[in-house]
């Protein structure tokens, strides 16, 4: 598969990335927990669970982008198009846990 020519295990290839924004599976971490459920679903899709803050929030994020940038795949158009969206998700996932932390 693809995904063992890049390099990325189970966890990481495009269909566990949209199975865990789907399904909003992961858990993890700790500090000001946001309380609506869309917020706890965002954390989940980052491995992150309350209580946890914006700077885990952005680790998190950073580290989610280094393994789906859409620029890694400028060679395969079907994969870049994938990326875009997992990146999309995980861009909207982090603006809403930005703004919950922020207020």
Known sequence: AWEEQLG???DQSFEGAYEKSRTGENTKH???PPRSSQLIEDLKLFNLSPPSNLQE????RNREMKVFHPDKYLNDPERMAIAN???QIYNDAYERLKASFET
Do not use: C, F, P, T
């Open 8 to 10: 990325l295990n189970e």
């Open 30 to 32: 700790k500090s000001d």
């Open 57 to 60: 929030v952005k680790k998190a």
């Open 85 to 87: 969206q997992i990146v």
